[in-house]
């Protein structure tokens, strides 16, 4: 794994909640730190999800989400979600992510998450939006790609 290849950043905790009798991070969780994490990405990118579907009637959709576990992550341990642009298509985003602990070489989950952009009244994928595209490319990695 190339920490490169994952600009976003961001660091949490594994609360109780979230974990099994074991102590252990119940699975379900990792797509949860997934989501939070793009959600930081989108903040730190001065990106207002909200305003700009109100405006454009679009949305994203997810088409395709995955997980690979690697080692489990227990209670009170902290870790870092991470995340990357690994393609931008004519109306699709991929994103490459990662969960690791102490530091990138200490992996505990990788993942991937496809969303199309849509209309949402039309039920349509849409062309994503150049300024879209503008906002996503300093968050893609080093070997992502673009058509």
């Known amino acids: 794994m190339d920490a490169a290849d994952y ?4 660091p949490s905790r594994v609360r109780y909640a979230e974990c099994d009798p074991q102590g252990v991070a119940f699975n379900a969780h990792y797509l949860s730190w997934f989501d939070c994490t793009l959600n930081e990405a989108f903040r730190d990118s001065g990106i207002d999800w909200v305003a700009q579907m109100r405006e454009s009637g679009c949305d ?22 991470a995340a990357g642009v690994a393609r931008l298509g004519r109306s699709s985003i ?18 991937e998450i ?11 994928a849409q062309a994503l939006p150049d300024w879209l595209r503008e906002q996503l490319r300093p968050l893609a990695g080093a070997g992502a790609g673009e058509t």
């Open 7 to 10: 600009p976003i950043r961001w």
């Open 60 to 81: 994203v959709q997810l088409v395709k989400s995955l997980v690979e576990y690697r080692r489990p992550l227990r209670f009170d341990e902290p870790f870092v979600g």
């Open 94 to 111: 991929q994103w490459r992510l990662a969960l690791w602990g102490e530091s990138p070489a200490d992996l505990r989950a990788t993942g």
């Open 114 to 124: 496809v969303w199309v952009y849509a209309d949402l009244a039309a039920g349509r």
